[in-house]
């Protein structure tokens, strides 16, 4: 705190010091070492500095109106708003993946028992965590663990085996599992390859059809390659194949497969992206008051109203109340 009100660093280089210390893989941590250098700034800075020639010249309009100082055309204007507007939208939409890499993902591997979901869960955790055995039904409770997958923290969960309850026990794990369909950000979905699809199997995928999924077809050494689809990801949790492909085929789901957001410093911040939200409104107000041919003056606070939530990111003019909200989340020491 005392770096950033002296100077040094600006706002959203100290929020980086936070993320580096809680951060939980290298591919986070790599993040925040680049967001610590300034990586967001840089890429607001050019932003904010044409937003504030375009408010200097409408004020020098509005200001010396009367020694013929020249006012852009409403094409001008617009123009210059969209120079800002359009790379501010662009940021807004890495909030998507740079949640998921502040945060972490939630994957539940669900399916019918004896499809090998346990088998799976324990090939992508790479060791014996879930239960295994010949017996359906062996998996009652969830099963969670934490891995990185593409440097992303990724909670895996093992469900129960989801068909027609045998005892209560079973049916609390079923009751779960559904439940855990409902919030994970990510479902697994596990079919038997070898097995032929069964109007039960349409029934339990049903309240998983709205959900993001990758539908995977494991045991796939006791099938013919001939008929494989390429809209499932194939695998044998018994021999390892696949499994490759399946780890791509998440992070191609959360877009982790492009470095290019880390070099150009993306949003994982949630003030930050609500700041940079009110500013492409603010600009989005002053594109209808130009089409609508409001005086410069009134104009004028559109833009204004723009340009104060960017430099509420940096901290330039962040209140006192928010830097206690943010520099109290900071372990001082014990």
Same mark, same amino acid.
């Given at each position: 705190?005392?770096?950033?009100?002296n100077?040094?660093? $600006?706002?959203?280089?100290?929020?980086?010091? /936070? $993320?580096?210390?809680?951060? /939980?893989?290298?591919?986070?941590a790599?993040?925040?070492?680049?967001?610590?250098?300034?990586?967001?700034?840089? /890429?607001?800075? %050019?932003?904010?500095?044409?937003l504030?020639?375009?408010?200097?010249?409408?004020?020098?309009?509005?200001?010396?109106?009367e020694?013929?100082?020249?006012v852009?055309?409403?094409?001008?204007?617009?123009?210059?708003?969209e120079t800002?507007?359009?790379?501010?939208?662009? =940021?807004?939409?890495?909030?998507?993946?740079?949640?998921?890499?502040?945060?972490?993902?939630?994957?539940?591997?669900?399916?019918?028992?004896?499809?090998?979901?346990?088998?799976?869960?324990?090939?992508?955790?790479?060791?014996?965590?879930?239960?295994?055995?010949?017996?359906?039904?062996?998996?009652?409770d969830l099963?969670?663990?934490?891995?990185?997958?593409?440097?992303? %923290?990724?909670?895996?969960?093992?469900?129960?085996?989801?068909?027609?309850?045998?005892?209560?026990?079973?049916?609390?794990?079923?009751?779960?599992?559904?439940?855990?369909?409902?919030?994970?950000? =990510?479902?697994?979905?596990?079919?038997?390859?070898?097995? %032929?699809?069964?109007?039960?199997?349409?029934?339990?995928?049903?309240?998983?059809?709205?959900?993001?999924?990758?539908?995977?077809?494991?045991?796939?050494?006791?099938?013919?390659?001939a008929?494989?689809?390429? $809209?499932?990801?194939?695998?044998?949790?018994?021999?390892?194949e696949g499994?490759?492909?399946?780890?791509?085929?998440?992070?191609? +789901?959360?877009?982790?497969?492009?470095g290019?957001?880390?070099?150009?410093?993306?949003?994982?911040?949630?003030?930050?992206?609500s700041?940079?939200?009110?500013?492409?409104?603010? =600009?989005?107000?002053?594109?209808s008051?130009?089409?609508?041919?409001?005086? +410069?003056?009134?104009?004028?606070?559109?833009?204004?109203?723009?340009?104060?939530?960017?430099?509420?990111?940096?901290?330039?003019?962040?209140?006192?109340?928010?830097?206690?909200?943010?520099?109290?989340?900071?372990?001082?020491?014990?």
């Open positions: 705190m005392r770096a950033f009100l100077g040094r660093i $600006d706002l959203t280089q100290a929020e980086a010091v /936070r $993320d580096l210390i809680e951060s /939980r893989t290298l591919y986070q790599k993040v925040a070492a680049q967001q610590l250098e300034g990586a967001l700034s840089r /890429r607001l800075q %050019p932003l904010k500095q044409k504030v020639e375009l408010i200097a010249t409408l004020e020098a309009g509005v200001d010396f109106a020694d013929d100082v020249s852009l055309p409403a094409d001008q204007i617009l123009d210059r708003i800002v507007r359009s790379p501010l939208q662009e =940021l807004a939409h890495t909030f998507a993946y740079g949640k998921i890499v502040h945060e972490g993902l939630t994957l539940a591997i669900v399916g019918r028992p004896n499809v090998g979901k346990s088998s799976l869960f324990n090939r992508l955790v790479e060791r014996e965590r879930a239960i295994v055995t010949p017996t359906p039904g062996t998996t009652r099963v969670t663990e934490t891995v990185a997958i593409g440097g992303i %923290p990724v909670q895996l969960i093992d469900t129960a085996g989801i068909r027609r309850a045998l005892d209560e026990a079973e049916s609390i794990g079923i009751r779960k599992s559904l439940e855990t369909i409902a919030d994970a950000d =990510l479902v697994l979905i596990v079919r038997d390859s070898s097995q %032929p699809v069964t109007p039960e199997d349409e029934e339990w995928m049903k309240p998983v059809a709205e959900r993001p999924a990758i539908l995977i077809e494991n045991k796939c050494d006791l099938m013919a390659p008929s494989k689809s390429n $809209d499932c990801v194939y695998t044998s949790a018994l021999t390892g499994i490759a492909e399946l780890r791509n085929a998440i992070l191609r +789901h959360i877009g982790g497969e492009s290019t957001q880390t070099d150009a410093g993306f949003l994982t911040n949630v003030r930050h992206q700041r940079v939200r009110e500013s492409i409104a603010g =600009l989005q107000a002053a594109e008051a130009v089409g609508n041919r409001i005086p +410069h003056e009134m104009l004028l606070l559109d833009l204004y109203s723009a340009l104060r939530p960017l430099d509420e990111i940096t901290g330039a003019t962040t209140t006192d109340d928010i830097l206690n909200l943010i520099f109290s989340t900071f372990c001082i020491g014990k």
